[in-house]
């Protein structure tokens, strides 16, 4: 199993461009979640989905857009990129919270 | 809002020395509490987890223990060894789906 993934691993914008981050996981877990990690601000939630074609919006919503398609996959969306979304976006999924959450490695994004 | 306060933001214990770090929670309907660890540039990972009905839970040298009348909860680390060096999270449920989590802790394990 390779559990949760990411991609792109890491990634360079200028300001106003866009770009999808992609997250699978082969775990069959109904929940996702996208955080990104700041500095000394720990794992903010960002949208996260309860099953396959829903989505809600978490801590830190605007500037972001996901789609949950498939069950297995989990996009987040940045239409028009700012520099105050510099920053490492992780997600990660759970099979019935409360429960542990599996990341996947991490997606460090600039935005210049 | 609901938030999770995590003391101290770094912490210098010698080695085999032990370890706390402690958080508290604001949520009086958090029934979930994780501790994760981050290794420098790695992925958050799950060290322990107890929930509401129990008070203390260990796994080897790695204890939590949780107050839910003052709603907080601390993760004790003992005879720490080097390969303990990291940032280690709490973190709180909320509204069943999610979690809060506390700005982390850089633990330094001096030789």
């Known amino acids: 199993n390779a559990g949760v993934t990411q991609t792109p691993k890491f990634r360079v914008l200028k300001t106003g461009q866009s770009m999808t981050l992609l997250c699978a996981q082969d775990?069959?877990?109904?929940?996702m979640y996208w955080y990104r990690q700041d500095p000394g601000m720990g794992l903010r939630l960002i949208h996260y989905?309860?099953?396959?074609?829903?989505?809600a919006k978490g801590e830190v919503p605007d500037g972001y857009n996901v789609s949950r398609l498939k069950k297995q996959n989990f996009l987040l969306g940045l239409e028009s990129a700012a520099p105050s979304q510099t920053s490492v976006y992780f997600c990660?999924?759970?099979?019935?919270?409360?429960?542990?959450?599996?990341f996947g490695p991490g997606t460090r994004l600039t935005v210049t | 809002g609901e938030n999770v306060e995590q003391h101290p933001s770094t912490l210098s214990v010698q080695e085999g020395d032990s370890a706390v770090i402690k958080c508290t929670y604001s949520?009086?309907?958090?029934?979930?509490f994780p501790w994760y660890k981050q290794e420098l540039g790695k992925r958050p990972q799950l060290i322990i987890d107890?929930?509401?009905n129990v008070g203390e839970k260990k796994d080897q040298r790695i204890a939590v223990t949780l107050n839910k009348t003052a709603k907080h909860f601390s993760l004790h680390i003992t005879e720490t060894q080097p390969e303990d060096s990291a940032v280690y999270f709490c973190?709180?449920?909320?509204?069943?789906?999610?979690?809060?989590w506390g700005a982390g802790t850089k633990l330094i394990i001096k030789p």
């Open positions: 990660a999924s759970s099979y019935r919270p409360p429960d542990e959450q599996y």
């Open positions: 775990m069959n877990h109904e929940y």
């Open positions: 989905s309860v099953g396959e074609g829903t989505t």
């Open positions: 949520d009086s309907a958090s029934n979930y």
């Open positions: 107890i929930r509401s």
């Open positions: 973190a709180a449920s909320y509204s069943n789906y999610q979690l809060i």
